[in-house]
């Protein structure tokens, strides 16, 4: 079946920091994959998706590429803030009609000032 | 665009107590509609979705139920709480042919 393994936790970075969460997937067809956040005490909402292969997700300094030949959704963003940290999921959305997600086990960013 | 709404946002329940959790959609006609569980420091499992009134997909053994009695409107449901049925519960919303799933603000539920 689907599944989605994403970089351990938790991460700790500086303000201003790169940073790079990995994420590589094994599907079957051609899945849509995202990127959902998830601020203490709150759901999760969605950062970035992307459709089809070589396509570049985007949304408040994230990006992530949708890598057909390595599997792989890696989450970056230049320069971190205080307010990036969160729980970070990759998910991965079938083609069936259901659409159902399938998540990794999610890496906990802190950012210090 | 659809909001979401959960509640109760948390609940405290002893051990064989019965459970229903409420998720209600606005802002769009015939969803599918999803029931997730995070369970402590861990990440999130289906538990139910559903195509339509009536219809509900289970996708893994347990102690609980769902139903979908009105289009916007998803229950889940328990008659008697297990300990291992603590978490985080969350409901998702995927209008017609869209390709991403909303989230609701979730019910934090503990079983004593």
């Known amino acids: 079946g689907d599944s989605v393994t994403q970089m351990e936790g938790p991460v700790t970075l500086s303000e201003e920091a790169f940073l790079t969460i990995n994420c590589t997937y094994t599907a079957t067809g051609y899945p849509s994959l995202f990127w959902y956040v998830q601020y203490p005490g709150e759901g999760l909402q969605l950062l970035l998706k992307?459709?089809?292969?070589?396509d570049k997700g985007s949304n408040k300094g994230f990006e992530a590429t949708y890598r057909k030949e390595t599997t792989s959704f890696h989450l970056e963003k230049g320069s971190v803030q205080v307010s990036d940290s969160a729980v970070y999921f990759c998910a991965l959305s079938d083609s069936g009609s259901a659409r159902q997600l399938t998540f990794g086990s999610g890496t906990q960013l802190t950012v210090l000032p | 665009s659809q909001t979401i709404h959960q509640w109760p946002a948390t609940l405290v329940q002893p051990v064989g107590s019965p459970l229903s959790l409420e998720c209600t959609v606005e802002g769009t006609s015939n969803p599918n509609l999803y029931w997730y569980r995070q369970a402590a420091g861990r990440g999130l499992q289906l538990l139910f979705y559903?195509?339509?009134?009536?219809?509900i997909s289970s996708e893994v053994p347990q102690n609980l139920s769902a139903s979908r009695p009105q289009d916007r409107q998803f229950i889940l449901s328990s008659k008697k709480l297990l300990l291992s049925d603590s978490g985080f519960y969350l409901c998702?919303?995927?209008?017609?042919?869209?390709?991403?799933?909303?989230f609701g603000p979730g019910t934090r539920l503990l079983v004593l």
């Open positions: 992307a459709t089809k292969a070589d």
């Open positions: 998702a919303c995927r209008g017609g042919l869209a390709e991403t799933q909303y």
């Open positions: 559903s195509v339509g009134i009536g219809q």
